[in-house]
């Protein structure tokens, strides 16, 4: 029964799209939505830190001296020249 009552409201919900609403109140109802609080803004950096950090590649770590070398050539081939 539970089941058949969300197919629809889910059936129902684009339908529900398409209902004229005054520009007035639907900017109200936007605004009184965004100025909702879902979580604190701490959590929020936490947790696109936490994304990020997983997502970001490790940096090649050269072991000598003339590995460091080949790496700044490679690099700054690839880096636009801002001398004129």
Known sequence: MRRTLTLVALALL???ALLPVPAGAASERVASALET????PAITTYQITQY???????????ATGADWTVEARRLRSRTPSTRS
């Open 14 to 16: 684009p339908v529900s």
């Open 37 to 40: 609080e879902i979580q604190p």
């Open 52 to 62: 990020l950090a997983r997502r970001t590649p490790t940096l090649p770590t050269p």
